[in-house]
Structures are given as structure tokens and as C-alpha cells.
T-cell receptor, first 112, second 113 residues
Framework: DVKVTQSSRYLVKRTGEKVFLECVQD?????MFWYRQDPGLGLRLIYF???????EKGDIPEGYSVSREKKERFSLILESASTNQTSMYLC???????????FGNGTRLTVT | AQSVTQLGSHVSVSEGALVLLRCNYS??????LFWYVQYPNQGLQLLLK??????LVKGINGFEAEFKKSETSFHLTKPSAHMSDAAEYFC???????????FGSGTKLNVKP
């Protein structure tokens, strides 16, 4: 069974801090994704990566960056956290273009 | 452009009643379609997927969905609701060979005793 692990379930940070959200998958998947989930807005894609060191912007990349130095790990970085980045962040991976997404349990980030 | 519409942000049924959650999609090419379920404070779990084989797809926990190309629909059903089915359900579309999923805004299912 695929396991996608997000390092923190809950995180509280202050405005202006640099924040790292970590995600690791154990199934050698090519593709990894970061979404944010907000009530009434569903899931919105921030960034995805289809290979090590490769990344593409999703629908809402502003204020975020990502890093994928190893195949199993995909990090989301908030360069300077702001209160409007308070949200649930979901990491996911998929084997290839045919395959479904497998999600981690999410990180609920609060920026005060 | 691809999009997914879920009709009804909240659906309430009695235990034992039929569950019907609606999903319509738009896609310029044959899509892959998925239903996911999310329990409180958890990630999304795959319920079922349509990938151009049989149009009636069976998933976990007694759910199934039917792909109707003429109606561009992929509605989720379950004959008899159980209390444990209370959760939020998301429909998603993925276009072949593109690394983007498009999610609906979700439907919260409430099951009354």
C-alpha cells in the first residue's frame, strides 16, 4: 500500500516566518503534488513535480516555492508566511499519468 | 479547459436510504475520473476510478459510479447509507498524459439515524 507521510499534522507559525512543509512517499512514484484545501474552494493545486529537480506551477503558486532533491521527498516552502496562507495543505503522489493520486493526512497550518 | 461540478455542497440522507452524489465534468478529451472520500482531519482516500474500461465502476465500501459520456456525468451511488459514510466526497478528473487533476468543490454527506 502506498504511504504518503506529511511531517506535521498541525503547525502554528508567525507572519513573516519561513515555513517548510515536508512530504515523503515510499512507492517510488514519479509525480508529487501540493494542494491547499479551503472551505468552499475545494482543492487547489500549488505546485507539482514530475521528476527530481523538476517542478511546474499549479493554479496558485504565488507566495510558495518547492524543492525536490530526492525522488521520495517533496517540500513546500512558504518564503514569508502570511495570514491568508492559513489552510490545510495536502501532499499527494501518483505513479504516472494514468494513475490516481495518493494523499497524505494533511498539515493544518495556522499563521498568526 | 477541464472542470468538475458537484451539485449540492451538502446532502443529507437517512441510514439505509440510497446515496446519490452528483458529478458533471467537462473535458475536451476522454478523461480519467475519480471519486475520493475525506473523513475529518484526514487526507483524501480513493473510492473508485474510471479509466475507459467498464462504464459502471465498483469501489470500496459498497460505492459505485457510472460513467455516462452523453451526459458528461459520473454520479456516485450507494444503495444503503451507513452512519460511517458521513464524510466529504470529491469528484476529480484527470486528462490522460497531463499531470493535473481537477477537483470538484466537494459534497458533505450527512447520514441521519
Amino acid at each position: 500500500d502506498v504511504k504518503v507521510t506529511q511531517s506535521s499534522r498541525y503547525l502554528v507559525k508567525r507572519t513573516g516566518e519561513k515555513v517548510f512543509l515536508e512530504c515523503v512517499q515510499d512507492m517510488d512514484h514519479e509525480n508529487m503534488f501540493w494542494y491547499r484545501q479551503d472551505p468552499g474552494l475545494g482543492l487547489r493545486l500549488i505546485y507539482f513535480s514530475y521528476d527530481v529537480k523538476m517542478k511546474e506551477k499549479g493554479d496558485i503558486p504565488e507566495g510558495y516555492s518547492v524543492s525536490r532533491e530526492k525522488k521520495e521527498r517533496f517540500s513546500l516552502i512558504l518564503e514569508s508566511a502570511s495570514t491568508n496562507q492559513t489552510s490545510m495543505y495536502l501532499c499527494a503522489s501518483s505513479l504516472d499519468s494514468y494513475s490516481p493520486l495518493h494523499f497524505g493526512n494533511g498539515t493544518r497550518l495556522t499563521v498568526t | 479547459a477541464q472542470s468538475v461540478t458537484q451539485l449540492g455542497s451538502h446532502v443529507s440522507v437517512s441510514e439505509g436510504a440510497l446515496v446519490l452524489l452528483r458529478c458533471n465534468y467537462s473535458s475536451s478529451v476522454p478523461p480519467y475520473l475519480f471519486w475520493y472520500v475525506q473523513y475529518p482531519n484526514q487526507g483524501l482516500q480513493l473510492l473508485l476510478k474510471y479509466t475507459s474500461a467498464a462504464t459502471l465502476v465498483k469501489g470500496i465500501n459498497g460505492f459505485e459510479a457510472e460513467f455516462k459520456k452523453s451526459e458528461t456525468s459520473f454520479h456516485l451511488t450507494k444503495p444503503s447509507a451507513h452512519m460511517s459514510d458521513a464524510a466529504e466526497y470529491f469528484c476529480a478528473v484527470r486528462v490522460y498524459n497531463f499531470n493535473k487533476f481537477y477537483f470538484g468543490s466537494g459534497t458533505k454527506l450527512n447520514v441521519k439515524p
